[in-house]
């Protein structure tokens, strides 16, 4: 089968388009010919990461597709089409594990005709979405419905900051804020990005550089952030009394100073979390189906230009998601 792999060097030179042997499945698993795939920003970590000795791995995480096999034990039909949940060996919200198992690295990922993963984890595609939207759901969406409910505890009726929006999580969090019933501030310094965001029902928009207390107005009741270090202090000042913040990355790096007196007095929460378990991956695609949240999804590429993909995800202009779409296979035409 067509893949896109890594190995044999580190960063996106040792990325390549190759013929590696289509997976079978085991007790419990199945095997998925993908429609899409989605990219993340963990795939260039991983890239990064991985030594000139380490051998050729499949990547990706996310992926959207038909079931085209099952192995013993398995109840998932062949021909059910399904989004798959990146999300390995985490069943439970509170059960966190010390590190989230991710699918993808040091597993055969998504880039690719096929994939092969347990039967548990993968879930009825959403009817109303495309196959590239349908893959462009799963890490990003999983994280950004975890950071908000789970660790958030957002409620209707609170204001909510998306600093640096444009990434996969920003897009689905203020989508998913919307739905919830809140009003949402995003940042960005990019002029065209606030655009696009109050187009897609942002309440404000304010520029990176702005005065953020000044421009949002009100105090904010929950803070989403990946940006990291370069906006943390004011992640903190824009809070009411109460507030929380909730950290998901750290883009512009990991190490923040922070005043104990201001957190305390103040009685701020800070929350940290990564990815999420099999049951808020099902209460996602409950929530993307009732509402009918639509992925924004800023261009494909065919399976063959995976590594142009990766390039152009590295060079960071994109607003939402990038996608792989991937044939069907004459078995699953």
């Known amino acids: 089968m067509t893949a896109v792999v890594h190995g044999n060097a580190t960063g996106l030179t040792g990325v390549r388009v190759a013929e590696v042997p289509a997976p079978r499945p085991g007790p419990g698993e199945v095997v998925v010919a993908l429609r899409a795939a989605g990219l993340n920003h963990r795939d260039l970590f991983l890239v990064d990461a991985r030594g000139a000795g380490d051998a050729p791995v499949v990547l990706g995480s996310d992926g959207a597709g038909v079931v085209a096999a099952a192995g013993p034990g398995v ?31 040091p597993t055969d990922g998504t880039f690719a005709e096929y994939v092969v993963v347990p039967a ?3 879930a009825p595609k959403p009817a109303h979405l495309g196959w590239d939207e ?3 759901l799963p ?10 409910f789970t660790r958030g505890g957002l409620r209707a009726g609170e204001h909510v900051l998306l600093p640096g929006i444009g990434s996969g999580v920003a897009t689905f969090a203020l989508a998913m804020a919307k739905a919830a019933g809140a009003t949402v501030s995003v940042t960005s310094r990019s002029p065209e990005k606030c655009r696009r965001a ?3 029902g ?3 928009a304010i520029g990176s550089a702005e005065d953020w207390r000044e421009a949002l107005g009100k105090p904010v009741d929950l803070v989403i952030d990946s940006v990291g270090s370069a906006t ?3 992640c903190l000042s824009v809070l009411r009394p109460g507030g929380r913040l909730v950290s998901l990355g750290a883009t512009t790096g990991p190490d923040v100073t922070l005043s104990l007196r201001e957190m305390f007095f103040r009685q701020i929460s800070l929350l940290g979390t990564s990815m999420g378990s099999a049951r808020e991956f099902g209460q996602m695609l409950a929530l993307v189906a009732e509402h009918r949240i639509r992925p924004v999804v800023h261009r494909t590429f065919p399976l063959d230009q995976g590594p142009r993909a990766l390039a152009e995800l590295e060079a960071g202009d994109q607003f939402g998601k990038l996608v792989l779409t991937v044939p069907p296979t004459p078995a699953t035409r």
């Not at 990146?86 to 069943?91: E, G, H, K, T």
């Not at 890490?139 to 908000?148: D, F, I, V």
């Open 198 to 200: 109050l187009e897609l």
């Open 202 to 204: 942002a309440d404000r």
């Open 120 to 122: 548990k984890n993968v």
């Open 139 to 148: 890490l990003a969406a999983l994280t950004a419905y975890r950071a908000l």
């Open 75 to 105: 109840d998932v039909a062949p021909g059910t089409e399904v989004v798959v949940n990146p999300s390995l060996d985490w069943d439970e919200p509170g059960d966190v594990p010390e590190v989230p198992a991710i699918l993808g690295v």
């Open 232 to 234: 943390f202090g004011r």
């Open 134 to 136: 349908a893959a462009a």
